[in-house]
């Protein structure tokens, strides 16, 4: 007679490692960042480069520091690089963006205990830090060169969408103003679907955020169609969605609570857009999303098969 063996939980085997939700998640991004090295040129893939080198750098620094295992190659290092690049301007000095990746890591990263235990996305965090300290560097946006007639300009000022309005196809392949991962939506669109494809993100999160901003939308704007479209091109809306607002650690883990964290993340955006004083309000609504996380897990936990209410026997 065979005896039960018993074992904490998880009791589920994958093969699916850290380091290979990671390189998903890159590959997902590489059609963005081929965009954005195509539209804005060299300076966008040195961007990209070096704030994945700084961030891995600082996390390899951190780890020795702290006299603790080193992850510097399980790729989250480099994921919270490429992500805070995406979120940040062409014309951003290099400074600056190591700033960014430095805080990101060591700060909203490593000093809560490394992976799995920040409770904020640092990405997030790292761009909101900067938005508040370097502003005008971080609010300094070009045209992409491949909406600019005379190419013997270096740099053509330009404002995002949600502040100047472009045509529904400049947002599409992504000749508009804006960060590096605001502009092409179809590259967002394919990485986003190619992650839920191999299941390394669930659908929840990302559909209930857009339908709830689109949702917000119609009724705000009376129904147009136009509008809602826009809403939903537009922005850092598609790359919060399918990128940051999926993250393993700081956002729930049970299904209903995906969906109640894409829902307040698509209400808070769309006020923050349509009241506040920023015009984009995606990196705001996720980080205060990240804070009510655990209570969010907390009132969506399902009962243990079997369990009875009140510790009745």
Request: net charge neutral; proline share 4%.
């Amino acid at each position: 007679m065979k005896l039960l063996t018993l074992s904490a939980s998880p009791h589920i085997r994958d093969t699916m490692t850290t380091q290979k939700i990671m390189l998903c998640v890159i590959a997902a991004l590489l059609p963005a960042a081929v965009a954005a090295i195509v539209h804005f040129g060299w300076r966008a893939l040195l961007l990209m480069v070096f704030c994945v080198l700084v961030s891995m750098a600082t996390e390899g620094l951190c780890r020795i520091a702290m006299k603790r295992e080193q992850t510097i190659f399980d790729g989250s290092a480099a994921v919270t690089g490429l992500l805070l690049a995406m979120n940040l301007p062409v014309t951003l000095p290099l400074w600056e963006a190591a700033l960014g990746c430095i805080f990101a890591v060591a700060v909203v990263k490593q000093m809560f205990g490394g992976l799995g235990q920040n409770f904020a996305n640092p990405a997030i965090a790292a761009r909101i830090v900067l938005m508040v300290s370097v502003s005008a560097d971080m609010t300094h946006w070009i045209l992409p060169r491949t909406a600019v007639q005379d190419f013997s300009y270096d740099a053509v000022s330009s404002a995002t969408p949600l502040v100047e309005r472009f045509p529904i196809q400049s947002l599409i392949w992504g000749s508009t103003g804006g960060c590096l991962g605001e502009t092409c939506a179809i590259a967002l669109l394919f990485g986003g679907c190619f992650l839920m494809f191999l299941g390394v993100i669930s659908p929840a999160t990302p559909l209930s955020y857009l339908g709830t901003v689109a949702v917000c939308t119609l009724l705000y704007t009376g129904g147009s169609a136009y509008e809602t479209v826009y809403q939903l091109l537009s922005g850092g809306l598609l790359l919060g969605a399918f990128f940051m607002a999926t993250d393993y650690v700081t956002t729930p883990v049970t299904a209903r609570g995906k969906i109640v964290f894409g829902i307040g993340c698509g209400v808070l955006t769309f006020l923050i857009r349509a009241f506040g004083s920023f015009p984009e309000g995606v990196s705001f609504s996720i980080l205060l999303m990240n804070l009510l996380t655990p209570y969010i897990d907390r009132f969506t936990l399902t009962s243990p098969l079997g369990a009875l209410k009140g510790g009745e026997e």
